[in-house]
T-cell receptor, first 110, second 117 residues
Framework: EDQVTQSPEALRLQEGESSSLNCSYT??????LFWYRQDPGKGPEFLFT???AGEEKEKERLKATLTKKESFLHITAPKPEDSATYLC???????????FGAGTQVVVTP | NAGVMQNPRHLVRRRGQEARLRCSPM?????VYWYRQLPEEGLKFMVY????????ESGMPKERFSAEFPKEGPSILRIQQVVRGDSAAYFC???????????????FGNGTRLTVT
């Protein structure tokens, strides 16, 4: 059965303190891995798509990487506005059913 | 704003009433997904539709829940005879047709928060 596990569940950072979030997955073939950011009371906002192992994407202080079994979201020198829940999702080979992890709640304090 | 539109944003129903949640996908998108989210939990897949066709409803409870995406108009998630356990945030997402060049991400609306009293 396809599974997506995110760790840690919660992360508290000081402003400027870099860290990484993990997304481990088991799927029967991967068509894509997606990272989203979700703010309280809002829907998930798309950040990145990764398609193959070794691929990397960057956007401001965020960088996503992908291996055959996991993805990392690196947050470099975070600011308080980076506080949010970060979700990853996988799209398996079979067909278009996106499966989400439970998310990592990130709090960045000044 | 050409994003995914959901309404209402908040819906309060008494036990036993019906809830109807609406979703208009992004322009050019023909596929709609419904997800449910409980506090401190991730998004749980409910149903995947394209116009006039349910592709996968494996995440939908067998009773009281139904979804449609007609040829004209928004997608509707309908919950009959609501119970307290139905209280949650319901998110709709849309995507382009499956034969798009690369597998496109889902784009989400801001959800409908259903409270059953």
């Amino acid at each position: 059965e396809d599974q997506v596990t995110q760790s840690p569940e919660a992360l508290r950072l000081q402003e400027g303190e870099s860290s990484s979030l993990n997304c481990s997955y088991t799927v029967s073939g991967l068509r894509g891995l997606f990272w989203y950011r979700q703010d309280p009371g809002k829907g998930p906002e798309f950040l990145f798509t990764l398609y193959s192992a070794g691929e990397e994407k960057e956007k401001e202080r965020l960088k996503a990487t992908l291996t055959k079994k996991e993805s990392f979201l690196h947050i470099t020198a975070p600011k308080p506005e980076d506080s949010a829940t970060y979700l990853c999702a996988v799209l398996p080979d079979s067909w278009g059913k996106f499966q989400f992890g439970a998310g990592t709640q990130v709090v960045v304090t000044p | 704003n050409a994003g995914v539109m959901q309404n209402p944003r908040h819906l309060v129903r008494r036990r036993g009433q019906e809830a109807r949640l609406r979703c208009s996908p992004m322009k050019g998108h023909s596929h709609v997904y419904w997800y449910r989210q409980l506090p401190e939990e991730g998004l749980k897949f409910m149903v995947y539709l394209q116009k006039e066709n349910i592709i996968d409803e494996s995440g939908m409870p067998k009773e009281r829940f139904s979804a449609e995406f007609p040829k004209e108009g928004p997608s509707i998630l309908r919950i009959q005879q609501v119970v307290r356990g139905d209280s949650a945030a319901y998110f709709c997402a849309s995507s382009p047709p499956a034969n798009s060049p690369r597998n496109s991400p889902l784009h989400f609306g801001n959800g409908t928060r259903l409270t059953v009293t």
